[in-house]
């Protein structure tokens, strides 16, 4: 099948076949003749990297009336990165459209401008859930006449913990919306907004609800936890063409990793919180233009990289949730091309591999890391390719060569061989001399790589806790989400290590492991939230535990809108692939 048999306008058509688009793939072939053809909800699932975007996208284009300034479709997504390349991208599918004005607001930019282009009339919004709560509160986006919501990434968004935004993104909304959900994955917390916002959806699924990309190899190296960096360090010298993303769970472990490889002399740079947009926008352009061969990433920052030729997704951590591990990995293999996935564990991690292979039913295949002669033969013929293959203009050198075979006159070919190839090889043969067997045969020494002691993760209801008081609460637009997204990303610790969290009308109050006491005062310091500061506090007793319960705001999501179009079918409906 082709784009030009699926229904859309001649505008779109001419400019997607200009950007290369002849054939659609698996879930842009089953969602964009449905979208068009129908009022209705859709829930789209396909691993990351099949080509959700325009999936949404060009049935959203499609049905735009650019006659009216209001805001028509909204399209919400987990991080600015994402935001960001949804917004090119659709500005790119409709630029042939006269009149239409595509708006992206996400966090860490100027507010005033994008209040300022919204104003102007935006019949597109797409948009982070933070920063479109602030244009909300501030009552800067009406959102009265938006006809299609579109829920991008919708698992990730949840994880994140946005749950409480979307829900009060969606009562803003008016009941007669169609709202089209797409995600790589379907975990419990995603049904229950499809049942709580959507009627009757129809659903495609592209392989199995979970799988992963197809063209993706999944590999997994067990090793010592002291030896996991050394691990990495071979996995990245047996693979010497490697264009890859590194994960590490935290901000501190990504900065780390990324300080250790530069200062090893690999071309590795870090992408986290910490930086600002500026430097961000720094990193991922020399990502993209492959002038940086390894991106050392967080979950979060990851978000939104759209680049088809990345060779290599290592997991230097595992996700602490499985379910992002299809995220993560989703990186490669794009646009129908193929890629490797590589899991560094130690020994006591094998049950998560298990756990894996079962949401995505995929099954890894245990690797051996290389031994020191395999990485050095590796690395020795890459060389030699690469001289082979250098188009070099070598008519310079002929003036200087009776000089050079005067001087090299008493060495054989291979001789001369041997000699230049050590001059650039030697250095790392040296590195890799004494190198020892990485590969586990025994428990680990319960340290991790950076030489801290491991804790084992705590009960969330271990008495041994500290309150903690926050300077904000409900009147500020703060939520338990919020909180818990800030704290996890800010500090680095897991969402086990938190306990009860209350959010109050003007400040809330939090239970953490005591242990982690001083750093959560130290890492929480200036920390943002939609412009206001925050301020964290140890309780000083342990009555201060508020008399107000977590917040949740839950609603039945627009069922009235039962009366208010008709369905296109009485049952539910699926499309499998």
């Known amino acids: 099948m082709k784009f030009s048999e699926l229904g859309l306008k001649d505008s779109i058509l001419s400019a997607i076949t200009k950007m290369g688009y002849e054939s659609p793939t698996p879930i842009q072939e089953k969602s964009i003749p449905y979208l068009l053809e129908n009022d209705g909800?859709?829930?789209?699932?396909?691993?990351?990297?099949?080509?959700?975007?325009?999936?949404?996208?060009?049935?959203?284009?499609?049905?735009?009336?650019?006659?009216?300034?209001?805001?028509?479709?909204?399209?919400?997504?987990?991080?600015?990165?994402?935001?960001?390349?949804?917004?090119?991208?659709?500005?790119?599918?409709?630029?042939?459209?006269?009149?239409?004005?595509?708006?992206?607001?996400?966090?860490?930019t100027d507010i005033g401008r994008q209040i300022k282009q919204i104003e102007r009339g935006a019949q597109i919004v797409v948009a982070t859930p933070g920063r479109l709560i602030d244009l909300i509160n501030r009552k800067k986006i009406k959102l009265w006449e938006v006809e299609a919501v579109v829920l991008d990434e919708a698992d990730e968004m949840l994880n994140m913990g946005f749950k409480e935004d979307i829900d009060a993104i969606l009562d803003q909304t008016p009941d007669f919306k169609n709202v089209w959900l797409f995600s790589a994955t379907m975990p419990k917390e995603v049904a229950r907004i499809a049942k709580n916002y959507m009627e009757d959806p129809f659903e495609i699924t592209v392989g199995g609800k979970n799988e992963t990309n197809k063209n993706i190899e999944h590999h997994y190296y067990t090793v010592k936890e002291r030896d996991r960096f050394q691990a990495l360090k071979s996995v990245i010298d047996f693979n010497p063409n490697i264009y890859g993303v590194i994960f590490c769970r935290t901000r501190r472990d990504t900065a780390a990793v990324a300080d250790k490889l530069m200062a090893g002399g690999y071309?590795?740079?870090?992408?986290?919180?910490d930086l600002s947009q500026a430097q961000r926008d720094r990193v991922m352009d020399k990502f993209r233009s492959k002038t940086l061969q390894l991106l050392v990433a967080t979950d979060v920052a990851a978000r939104g990289i759209d680049v088809n030729d990345i060779t290599h997704v290592i997991h230097y951590q595992l996700p602490e949730d499985v379910e992002n591990y299809t995220h993560r990995s989703g990186r490669t293999a794009r646009a129908g091309k193929k890629g490797t996935s590589?899991?560094?564990?130690n020994t006591k991690e094998g049950r998560k591999i298990k756990s894996i292979e079962r949401?995505?039913?995929?099954?890894?295949?245990?690797?051996?890391?290389?031994?020191s002669d395999q990485i050095c033969e590796k690395q020795l013929l890459s060389l030699i390719k690469g001289i082979k293959n250098d188009e070099a203009d070598t008519s310079r050198i002929d003036t200087f060569l009776p000089v050079l075979m005067e001087e090299l006159g008493e060495y054989s070919k291979e001789e001369i061989i041997k000699r230049f190839v050590a001059t650039e090889?030697?250095?790392?043969?040296?590195?890799?001399?004494?190198?020892?067997?990485l590969n586990a045969t025994a428990r680990d020494n319960g340290r991790d790589d950076f030489g801290s002691k491991k804790r084992g993760r705590d009960s969330r209801n271990d008495p041994n806790?500290?309150?903690?008081?926050?300077?904000?609460?409900?009147?500020?637009?703060?939520?338990?989400?919020?909180?818990?997204?800030?704290?996890?990303?800010?500090?680095?610790?897991?969402?086990?290590?938190?306990?009860k969290i209350d959010i109050l009308e003007k400040f809330s109050f939090f239970d953490a492991d005591k242990n982690e006491t001083e750093r959560i005062l130290e890492s929480m310091k200036g920390v943002d939230f939609e412009g206001n500061?925050?301020?964290i506090e140890k309780t000083k007793g342990s009555n201060d535990?508020?008399?107000?319960?977590?917040?949740?705001?839950?609603?039945?999501?627009?069922?009235?809108?039962?009366?208010?179009?008709s369905k296109s079918s009485n049952r539910r409906r699926s499309y499998r692939n």
Not at 342 to 345: D, F, G, K, P
Not at 359 to 371: A, G, M, Q, Y
């Open 41 to 108: 909800d859709l829930i789209g699932l396909a691993s990351t990297g099949t080509g959700k975007t325009a999936s949404f996208g060009l049935p959203l284009l499609n049905q735009v009336d650019t006659q009216s300034k209001n805001t028509q479709g909204l399209v919400i997504c987990p991080t600015r990165e994402l935001c960001i390349q949804i917004s090119n991208d659709l500005k790119a599918y409709s630029e042939n459209i006269k009149g239409l004005s595509i708006v992206p607001v996400y966090g860490g």
């Open 267 to 273: 071309n590795a740079e870090p992408i986290h919180g």
């Open 342 to 345: 590589i899991a560094l564990i």
């Open 359 to 371: 949401i995505i039913n995929t099954s890894f295949e245990l690797k051996k890391v290389p031994t």
């Open 425 to 437: 090889f030697n250095k790392f043969l040296d590195y890799y001399e004494n190198a020892r067997d």
């Open 465 to 499: 806790q500290q309150r903690f008081f926050v300077g904000l609460g409900r009147k500020d637009g703060f939520n338990h989400g919020a909180l818990l997204r800030l704290l996890c990303d800010n500090t680095g610790i897991s969402k086990a290590n938190i306990g």
């Open 533 to 535: 500061r925050m301020s």
């Open 545 to 565: 535990k508020g008399d107000g319960k977590r917040s949740s705001s839950r609603r039945s999501g627009g069922r009235s809108r039962r009366n208010e179009r």
